[in-house]
């Protein structure tokens, strides 16, 4: 069975300080994506960045940076020089590679408060 | 940009009615599916759906059916709703095509009481 732990459930951060949010993942598949979602107050999942599990990479959209490393099962968000509108509930979720079954599972969130 | 839309953003119901939730995707994606979330629990995949008239149970099905007659709507049923249902309901959808696991795109979500 997949699992995925956010250990985090909540952070406060001044303005423009660096966050990072946390994210292990478990599953006994080789082929599996990896996904964040923002959950801004006004409730619709706002989908960021998916990534599968031969990709290593790690990514980075402005602000943006995810670091996945599979050796510790890991796929970390990180948002440089947080403002106002970064405060939301993070979702880090996982879907095993099996088409025609494309379940999420999600961790339970965290949320992140900016203090202006 | 696709668009999930939900009929209702605020619902009360009272115990043992009928509840019918609808969701409706405008983008020609093959699944669809539908979440409940609630505080300290994430979200949790109730049924989902990856073509027309097919379902498939997710983790917490009991007290809950679904009915997707056509593609792009994707109805979720409380044959008699209990106030442990009482939750924020999300409907997504994704492309489902060409053997990848796509992103989903959420629904504004449907908050739903019951008394």
């Known amino acids: 069975a997949q699992k995925v732990t956010q250990a985090q459930t909540e952070i406060s951060v001044v303005e423009k300080e660096d966050v990072t949010l946390d994210c292990v993942y478990e599953?006994?598949?080789?082929?599996?994506?990896l996904f964040w979602y923002k959950q801004p107050p006004s409730g619709e999942l706002v989908f960021l960045i998916r990534?599968?599990?031969?990709?290593?990479q790690n990514e980075i959209s402005g602000r943006y940076s995810w670091n996945f490393q599979k050796s510790t099962s890991s796929f970390n968000f990180t948002i440089t020089a947080s403002q106002v509108v970064d405060s939301a509930v993070y979702f880090c979720?996982?879907?095993?590679?099996?088409?025609?079954?494309?379940?999420?599972?999600f961790g339970t969130g965290t949320r992140l408060t900016i203090i202006p | 940009d696709v668009k999930v839309t939900q009929s209702s953003r605020y619902l009360v119901k009272r115990t043992g009615e009928k509840v019918f939730l609808e969701c409706v995707q405008d983008?020609?994606?093959?699944?669809m599916f539908w979440y409940r979330q609630d505080p300290g629990l994430g979200l949790r995949l109730i049924y989902f759906s990856y073509d027309v008239k097919m379902k498939e149970k997710g983790d917490i099905p009991e007290g809950y059916s679904v009915s997707r007659e056509k593609k792009e709507r994707f109805s979720l049923i409380l044959e008699s709703a209990s106030t442990n249902q009482t939750s924020m309901y999300l409907c997504?959808?994704?492309?489902?095509?060409?053997?990848?696991?796509?992103?989903?795109?959420f629904g504004p979500g449907t908050r739903l009481t019951v008394t």
């Open positions: 997504a959808s994704s492309l489902g095509k060409d053997a990848f696991i796509y992103e989903q795109y």
């Open positions: 983008m020609d994606h093959e699944n």
């Open positions: 979720a996982l879907s095993e590679a099996n088409f025609g079954n494309e379940k999420l599972t």
């Open positions: 990534r599968n599990s031969f990709d290593e």
């Open positions: 599953t006994r598949d080789t082929t599996y994506y």
